[in-house]
């Protein structure tokens, strides 16, 4: 369904109420999400962005009951990947040759996807067209927010920025835009997208705000390709994504493992009282990676100062959910944060030294050689953890 942006802009995408999971099942999208095109009918009409694949023929149906296909002048692509560009077949199947604008990664990246030669456009930053009635889209490369091929269009005459992924939160409303929605959960969409996508890309960010920031553009509205839509105050995402590609943290310490016999659970619940103890205004947030969805988990360590990871010895490894979510923690490039590791065993002990080195390897400043126990902890051993998270509140203070 056509929906207004703003004079002559429209909102033509989809919203995703069912969806659970994205990226396969690398991301939970408890919120669902939307896959945003928009349309831009000054003297040419334009498609900014199509829909992910599986909603491709609704999509392009919709274009010719309310725009007509033969109407269309161009495409642009801001980011080939499929969520985005799943409309492009259907929609060249019905209307072929319309011109696609996008950069020149952008060309590799849809061909490799979609294995066709589609009559491509290729932009870089600054150029422009000339789209009448005074107005033009300029284009911005992005590249690395989050693909090598990003960019981002700016409606010139109407203020506009099409951010494409930068920006957006996976989260469906039929409210569309950011001041009628629900602040909180708005924002924490918006932090779990920051910190599960773009947190490796951080530098990046930091230049490309540099730079858009630097170009004085009178932005108005800011439209991204998943969730709402910036009209109020626009500038303030742009301001938190500044802050969070900043070596983000807050007053906070997270508290994640696993556990075999609930020993590991005891000793991170004591740790967490004994930060508490010691410093009862920072936040701490304890997670059993095995029972809490892990971007959730994710998104707690991007906010946190600190982290303490652990888990029982099991055939001197790791418990499998520790393993995997340091192995994405790893990914993730996380900066200016410290850490320790602890966990239970029965005779041979790793589990707080390989989880110290995991550490190391994905970039925390790990503060100490850890806390082990053991077996079961009893009270001496709880009262140690109590004590261990004290000196540890000490240390990243
Ligand atoms: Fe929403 Fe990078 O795709």
Known sequence: MKRIVTENVYWVGKIDWELKKFHGSEYSTHKGSSYNSYLVREEKTVIIDTVWLPFAKEFVDNLEAEVGLANIDFIVQNHAEIDHSGGLPELLRRRPGIPIY???????????????????????TGDSVDIGNG???????????????????????????????????HYASELMFNDLVDQAELWAECVKYYANILTPFSSFVTKKIEQVVGMNLPVRIIAPSHGIIWREDPLQIVTKYAQ????????RVTVFYDSMWDGTRKLAEAIAQGICEASPATAVVVHNVAKTDKNDVITDVFRSKAVLAGSPTV???????????????????????????????????????????????????????????????????????????????GKIA
């Open 244 to 251: 969070w590609a900043a070596d983000y943290q807050e007053d």
């Open 102 to 124: 996008c950069t020149a990664n952008g060309v590799k990246i849809l061909k490799g996807l979609h294995h066709e030669d589609w009559n491509f456009k290729v932009v870089k």
């Open 135 to 169: 107005k033009k889209l300029v284009f911005v490369e992005a590249p690395m927010l989050h693909w090598p091929d990003s960019m981002f269009t700016w409606l010139d005459g109407r203020g506009l920025l099409f951010s494409n992924d930068a920006f957006g939160q």
């Open 315 to 393: 055939n001197k490894g790791v418990l499998n959910a520790m393993a995997g979510i340091m192995e994405e923690i790893s990914g993730l490039c996380f900066k200016n944060k410290k850490a320790a590791a602890f966990g239970c065993y029965g005779w041979s002990g790793e589990s707080p030294k390989l989880l110290s080195e995991s550490l190391t390897k994905a970039g925390f400043a790990v503060v100490d050689e850890g806390l082990k126990c053991l077996w079961e902890p009893a009270a001496a051993e709880i009262g140690a953890a109590r004590e261990y998270g004290r000196a540890f509140a």
